[in-house]
Each structure stands twice: as structure tokens, then as C-alpha cells.
């Protein structure tokens, strides 16, 4: 077996409770405003919401531009959404996996982890640096949700 990067796993605490954020990050467009630092040229297509739901954007990261498509592949209402993306040049599928869990004093925990399922060469010799790209990132995309879903609250 290949060696493949270690996932990365992000999280943020929210007040929304987990109904209403599974139902905010269900619908693929409401991924776009706290990933468009990243992903940009968003293009969906499928279902609005749910498994099938699907996005092609335009990636700019460590130098390199390209297109990945993302699509739905499973979601456990109100628990995980997951979603597999594929890289048009660069030839790596990955998934990200959004878990949410109820916290004890009310709101939730959001988890984002990705994952290698086929990395590139250059993935996998330049791992921590690229590791540490998308840890920053996705702790940027997970401040971010957080600030939607207090501006959807107010």
C-alpha cells in the first residue's frame, strides 16, 4: 500500500443546534460563501440538496490551478454529510466529511475531515506541507461557516 497524507481534521463550536446546522450545510450552495477562499467559480448541478448534489469549482493552491468536482455520496440526517471530490489535473479523490455533534450545554461541534483516497506523487512527498495547507484552510472555511450561520440566526 501506498502511503497516503494523514487526514486532516478541523472543528468549530456553534450554538445552532444539530437540525439546523445539517440543514444549512445540506444544500451545496450554502458551501460557497465560506469556501470562496479557496473554491472559486462555483458551477452546481444535481439535487439542490443531498446525496447527488454536486459543484465544480475552481481551485488555486500552493501555486497550482484546477478543477475539482465535489459531489454528495452519503448523509446521515442529522449527523454527516460526505463528499468525494476528484481533481481534473491532478488526478487526487479525496473526501471530506462533515460530522456534527450535539454539545452538553446546547449547540454543536462541526468536524471537517479530509482525507487522501488517491494521492499524487507530489501529495505524498510534500505531505506535511500540504497537510498544513489544508489544515489552515479548512480552520478558515470553519470560522467562516460559523459566521453564516450566526448571520442566518439573526
Do not use: C
Not at 448534489?53 to 475539482?68: C, F, I, N, Q
Not at 481533481?87 to 487526487?92: I, L, N, T, V, Y
Amino acid at each position: 500500500m501506498r502511503y497516503m497524507p494523514k487526514p486532516v481534521v478541523v472543528s468549530v463550536e456553534v450554538p445552532q443546534d444539530t437540525d439546523q446546522v445539517f440543514d444549512f450545510l445540506d444544500v451545496m450552495a450554502n458551501h460557497e460563501p465560506f469556501n470562496d477562499h479557496l473554491m472559486r467559480d462555483w458551477e452546481l448541478s444535481g439535487p439542490e440538496r443531498g446525496v447527488g448534489s454536486r459543484a465544480r469549482v475552481r481551485v488555486r493552491a500552493l501555486g497550482m490551478t484546477d478543477v475539482v468536482d465535489m459531489e454528495v455520496v452519503d448523509a446521515q440526517v442529522p449527523m454527516r454529510i460526505v463528499e468525494r471530490n476528484t481533481s481534473a489535473k491532478g488526478g487526487r479523490i479525496g473526501q471530506g466529511t462533515y460530522a456534527l455533534a450535539p454539545l452538553p450545554g446546547g449547540g454543536t461541534r462541526i468536524s471537517f475531515e479530509y482525507r487522501w483516497i488517491v494521492a499524487t506523487s507530489l501529495d505524498r512527498l510534500t505531505a506535511p506541507l500540504v497537510r498544513a495547507f489544508m489544515r489552515r484552510n479548512n480552520a478558515t472555511a470553519m470560522r467562516r461557516l460559523a459566521e453564516q450561520l450566526a448571520e442566518r440566526a439573526a
